[in-house]
């Protein structure tokens, strides 16, 4: 999904960060990922009702905290609209609770999508780039609402772009993360950044989790 968005770009990104990125369906392997989210934060002028409803419908973590530890897994597969998928699921540990956020990054028409949360009815156009240390930079427009069936933008208030990057830390050895949620009115929202080490392994389309692969994909972008 990223090589395609990127197309003769995606040569310049890390070689660690191409590796992570440029896996397909075809290659019937799987990526999981250990490490530590050093911190994550959240304005608190975000209204609670607004957090809670995020964090339950695995939008963002429910909770803020420093050195959380967390998993990510990347799956690749095509869904029945012959779309080539590229899922996320990550696990944020908090005392006491577990913050879930999964997400499926798709090949649209003219950009890559996001579709977020643990349902596939809300959506943002993703743009693809490559920062000067070959970092992957992800830049998402404002959500759109597909629950209903015509698709919703939400008004500029309650809405929010995301910036995100993920590179490779030379000193260390590991995969870095970074991601800043913001509104045009209340500035940032939410953010998180930290660390990660990742492994391949073999898996096929029945090894990837069923709730990465919705029954009846969204069509709509």
Known sequence: VVARSLGADFERLHPKVQWRFGFSADDDVCQLGTGVMEEIRATPLLPAPMLRLGARRGLFPPATGVNVPFTIANYAYRDSLGREVLAFARRFQFPGSTGVLDSLMVSGTDSALD???????????????????????????????????????????????????????????????EVSVRNAGLGELLSYRGWFTAVEQPCTRADIPARLIPERPESRE
Not at 172 to 177: A, D, E, P
């Open 115 to 177: 579709y977020l949360g643990n349902k596939p009815d809300m959506v943002v156009r993703t743009g693809c780039s490559v920062g000067p240390d070959g970092a992957l930079l992800l830049h998402s427009a404002p959500p759109r609402i597909l629950a209903l069936p015509f698709a919703v933008r939400p008004p500029a208030f309650a809405s929010a772009i995301t910036e995100a990057r993920e590179g490779w830390d030379e000193l260390h050895q590991r995969h870095t993360i």
